[in-house]
């Protein structure tokens, strides 16, 4: 046992439970409201026929939506990392572009190409494409760590190749299918511009209309409480679906690459169902950004708040990813170095609390800035405290990462040169971990610079982010206003995709964080 371990980081747990105990503010402020709110009335504002028509529209769209993005997922996956199709590295990049492309810009891009989307399938068209690389990069990342010798002792039983994926390799990407699944599925509840704009309510749209117009509150927290139920429930079901199975690589030697089938006839139609895939998710939107850039000409690039937009959006960025990490470190810290029942309790409540939907997140912290700390009500303050809490495990995940790669030896053998334990920390510790930090630190920018609910309802009065201004555009029937905007948001967002394909394909990933 190291003297790292004999001392107790009474400093770092205060911080850690600092910031676990803010994540307790939305479930406290649910629970709270139900409490002051009243059985009776919140009977009534729940069993009414509105609640029921938005409830069928949430879970038709999670039940559609989920398990074709599954599909397309992990077909998608094992055709660019299993087959010889020719241009399989072209395909595997261009299916992680989707993520660079918020989902109300894609939304704004098929509204633009057909005017006349709406309802449940639009819906769920308009989210699949946005959402399927969530299964499909963690997918490929696990089909490059499976074991090859298993599959081959399958094949020389007499297993057929469809047999050998179905009773094999299938059940050996459970774990990323589930999880990448679960991920959309919060996504589809906290979503609100893409659904807003093709005209299909769900909870999340219903809340922010009911919040926006009327700021009834009673009736908005009803529908938040719902929805807090979906996404509890959720993440039960998927908790007791993954199970305790778990998979890995055995006996020694080096790890090498599985072989890859050559499709022979079928080959024509897996380039057809890449090439679709492709096309609909990637070419559809790009098209309508620049169909309506190159519509507005260079004049639409003269936006007074274009600039103003931009440089906001960079800076939130910036704060809120910084911020994120510094806090997270020490919820990481007590999770490698310091594992017990306090660091899993911590480490519990931040990712509970980043599983709701950020909607729910920002409405509790605006009743709570009225009530009990209006100097704080719109202020930058606020949004970052909001962003902190929904993007917190996307640095939690990769910080962790990287501190259980550095042995706690290598600090003490630097302190026992008679370094002081903050120069150790900072020479040694510090420098292993600074590329998973920043990993982490992209993930939550890219968060950031594509979220528009949370930012609606708490920016301060004058914030003109491009995701604000760009749904301010939409808003009023301003394609063509709007397409700088929606461009800037995806020029910021592709080196980020890029980053996440290319730890897609090492070893560790962080994937799942998103």
Sequence with gaps: MTR????????????????????????????????????????????????AEL?????????????????VGVAAAWLVERTRLAGSRAFGILLVVPLAIPAFVNSYGWVSAVPSLNGLWSGVLVAGLSYFPLVYLPTVAALRRLDPAVEESARSLGVPPLGVFLRVVLPQLRLPILGGSLIIALHLLSEYGAFAMIRFDTF??????QFRSTFNGPAANALAG?????????????????????????????????????????????????GVLVALSVIVPFASVARWLVSGGLAIWSDRYLLTALGQTIGYGLVGALVTCLLAF???????????????????????????????????????????????????TLVIVVYLLMFLPRAIVNLRSGLAQVPPGLEEAARSLGRHPLVAFSTVTLRFVMPSALAGASLVFLGIVTELTSTLLLAPNGTRTLAIQFWSRVNDIDYVGAAPYASLMILLSLPVTYLLFARSRSERTAVNSI
């Design 204 to 209: 999340t749209t219903a809340i922010v209309d």
């Design 226 to 274: 719902v929805l807090v139920l979906c996404c509890l429930f959720l993440l039960v079901g998927e908790s007791g679906a993954r199970g305790g199975a778990r998979y890995a690589r055995i006996g020694t030697g080096s790890a090498r690459p599985a072989g890859r089938t050559l499709l022979g006839s079928w080959a024509p139609i897996a380039y057809l169902f890449l």
């Design 55 to 71: 409830l069928a529209n949430t879970a038709g769209l999670v039940l559609i939506t989920v398990p074709l993005c599954a599909l």
């Design 4 to 51: 790292l371990r004999h001392r107790t980081p009474a400093a770092i747990i205060a911080m850690a439970a600092g910031v676990s105990l803010l994540g307790l503010v939305p479930l406290g402020y649910v629970v709270v409201t139900a409490i002051a709110t009243g059985a009776p009335t919140l009977s009534a504002l729940v069993f009414r026929p509105r609640v």
């Design 330 to 380: 020490p919820i990481a810290f007590l999770a490698v170095r310091f594992p017990g029942r306090v660091a899993r309790v911590l480490e519990s409540i931040n990712y509970v609390t980043s599983s709701l939907p950020g909607l729910v997140t920002a409405l509790a912290f605006v009743t709570v800035a009225i009530r009990l700390m209006p100097a704080l009500y719109q202020t930058t």
